[in-house]
């Protein structure tokens, strides 16, 4: 068995490098401070980041969490050291490309991928990404994100990183399977759901307003009034036609 370096000894060796990039090896949780148990992700085994915090003058302190950014969505949180296990990686290792042409075609697959989540028991998450529990950008990003296609963590990221198509003005709209669609308010995006056609939707929606899960809802007329309040919350449309790239994607 290859033997446990702690972290802290494998960034020494770097002098805590904020552009060596490491590979995390297990699933762990992102936080949103360097203390407590605000959970804002959760990270899937063989993400990619750097250290943000500490630097080698900072790293005398005593540490328990490190600040992180993930090289494919340019995320930013705390992880715990504690148990934490990743590899330096290699530089010479070359990081998916993909255009939009390859993105329209591995649609269907992310719809039925999303559509296998659904049918597993679930529940909503906030920060959720492993599954079978997932919030709702969280669903949106696993499901590009397992046919290695890259996008933002959070719904307002991903509104700004996609296609604008339209903004929703009565029933005027023309949506293709796969465009994600954008909810909230004028003044923010708090909410997101993938169109999977005939006017019908998925998205993972809380308890308050929502279905406690992944659930499918309608654009269409309808009486459920799930469908109506996120209806009633619709701001724009947009379409992924990138991956996210670390060096030239506006963050």
Same mark, same amino acid.
């Given at each position: 068995m290859k033997?446990?370096?702690?972290p802290?000894s494998?960034?020494?060796?770097t002098?805590f490098?904020?552009t060596?990039?490491w590979?995390?090896?297990i699933?762990?949780?992102g ?11 959760e990270?899937l085994?063989?993400k *990619? ?5 500490p630097?080698f003058?900072?790293?005398?302190k005593?540490?328990s969490r490190?600040?992180v950014?993930?090289?494919e ?5 705390w992880i715990d ?9 290699d530089?010479k290792?070359?990081f998916?490309?993909?255009d939009a042409e390859a993105?329209?075609e591995?649609?269907?697959? *992310?719809?039925?991928w999303?559509e296998?989540q659904?049918k ?12 079978p529990?997932f ?6 990003q696993t499901a590009f994100?397992?046919?290695?296609i890259?996008i933002?963590?959070?719904s307002?990221q991903?509104k700004s990183?996609?296609k604008?198509?339209f903004n929703?003005t !009565?029933n005027?709209y023309?949506l293709?399977?796969g465009d994600?669609?954008?909810?909230g308010?004028?003044k ?5 759901g *993938?169109y999977k !056609?005939?006017?019908?939707?998925y998205?993972?929606?809380g308890?308050?307003?929502g279905r406690? !899960? ?6 269409k007329?309808t ?5 109506l309040?996120?209806?009633?919350k ?10 996210y ?7």
């Amino acid at each position: 068995m290859k033997e446990y370096i702690d972290p802290i000894s494998l960034f020494k060796q770097t002098n805590f490098s904020n552009t060596i990039w490491w590979k995390v090896k297990i699933n762990i949780s992102g936080y949103q401070n360097e203390s407590g148990n605000n959970l804002v992700t959760e990270i899937l085994k063989n993400k *990619i980041f750097r250290l943000v915090y500490p630097s080698f003058y900072q790293s005398k302190k005593k540490l328990s969490r490190i600040l992180v950014q993930f090289y494919e969505d340019g995320f930013i949180c705390w992880i715990d050291l504690q148990n934490l296990s990743i590899e330096k990686l290699d530089s010479k290792n070359s990081f998916v490309e993909t255009d939009a042409e390859a993105i329209q075609e591995k649609i269907p697959l *992310i719809i039925n991928w999303i559509e296998g989540q659904s049918k597993v028991k679930n529940k909503y998450l906030w920060g959720g990404t492993l599954g079978p529990n997932f919030d709702c950008s969280g669903l949106i990003q696993t499901a590009f994100l397992k046919h290695s296609i890259y996008i933002p963590r959070d719904s307002y990221q991903i509104k700004s990183f996609c296609k604008h198509l339209f903004n929703f003005t !009565g029933n005027n709209y023309s949506l293709k399977k796969g465009d994600i669609l954008f909810f909230g308010s004028k003044k923010k995006c708090d909410h997101v759901g *993938i169109y999977k !056609g005939d006017g019908f939707y998925y998205h993972s929606s809380g308890i308050d307003y929502g279905r406690n !899960g992944i659930g499918i809802d309608t654009l269409k007329q309808t009486d459920d009034k799930i469908s109506l309040h996120y209806q009633s919350k619709l701001i724009s449309a947009g379409r992924i036609i990138r991956s996210y790239r670390w060096n030239k994607t506006i963050r």
